[in-house]
């Protein structure tokens, strides 16, 4: 064996246990939200949409998390998701398969996973956000 084999062997070693931690990092962050690196921005949007919903009770869950993180991997920044919360807040019941600002009880649907569910349903909402953001202006 030379020296420069065993530098390339080396090498690869080193890779391999920088691949095998940034898995881990990503399987405690998983299951852990406290780990993950943005765990208080993540944990000021589930206060915002507690509080914009009136959701006092509800608990910062493991899958309000995930469903946050979820977003932010997919390159929104919070303050799209705060969009989308507040679209949420100012439209929570659904008449006749419209979002509306009023409505029964039985008709209102402002959980989180209902504006964080994906993409496409986020933008939807960051755009009722918008919308609500504009007529509070007047």
Not at 34 to 59: C, F, N, V, Y
Request: charged fraction near 35%.
């Amino acid at each position: 064996i030379t020296a420069e084999e065993l530098n390339l062997g080396q090498e690869a070693t080193i890779k391999s246990q920088a691949a095998m931690i940034g898995r881990l990092k990503g399987k405690l962050e998983a299951a852990d939200p406290e780990a993950h690196p943005r765990h208080k921005e993540m944990d000021a949007l589930i206060q915002r949409w507690r509080d914009k919903t009136g959701h006092k009770r509800s608990k910062a869950s493991k899958d309000r998390f995930d469903l946050i993180r979820a977003r932010l991997n997919d390159g929104y920044e919070v303050e799209e998701i705060e969009l989308a919360i507040d679209g949420l807040a100012a439209f929570p019941y659904v008449r006749d398969a419209q979002r509306c600002s009023t409505g029964e009880p039985s008709q209102r649907f402002d959980q989180l996973k209902h504006a964080l569910n994906g993409g496409q349903a986020l933008e939807r909402f960051a755009n009722l956000g918008h919308r609500a953001r504009k007529e509070a202006q007047g």
